[in-house]
């Protein structure tokens, strides 16, 4: 029922930022708890930060505490991740997942209902 897009993924440097976006369809975005996961290419998909219903909570794997941040707009339907201080060990494919039913945060991949397709973030040495 729900369709997510991700975009804003790229090559970049090491040190530099990037900002992905993912837009949902459906009427009840805003009732919809929503996360990005990342994975590398033959590792496990990995959880990376998770935002509440209005934004007022947000919660982050350590390895990307104080360098990303999660926000959304619910006016518009988009969920973003600000990533900055890139390194090279967080190039994977990107992906936004929507968790539905209550306002409680997962960071195990199959707490979400639905999934984007990913975007490529790619980070040189």
């Known amino acids: 029922q729900v369709q997510l897009v991700e975009s804003g993924g790229g090559l970049v440097q090491a040190g530099g930022s990037l900002r992905l976006s993912c837009a949902a369809s459906g009427r009840t975005f805003s009732s919809y708890v929503m996360g990005w996961f990342r994975q590398a290419p033959g590792k496990e998909r990995e959880f990376v930060a998770t935002i509440s219903w209005s934004g007022g909570s947000t919660y982050y794997a350590d390895s990307v505490k104080g360098r990303f941040t999660i926000s959304r707009d619910n006016a518009k339907n988009t969920v973003y991740l600000q990533m900055n201080s890139l390194n090279p060990e967080d190039t994977a494919v990107y992906y936004c997942?929507?968790?539905?039913?209550?306002?409680?945060?997962?960071?195990?991949?199959?707490?979400?209902?639905?999934w984007g397709q990913g975007t490529q973030v790619t980070v040189s040495s």
């Open positions: 997942a929507a968790r539905m039913g209550r306002n409680e945060r997962s960071t195990y991949w199959r707490g979400y209902d639905y």
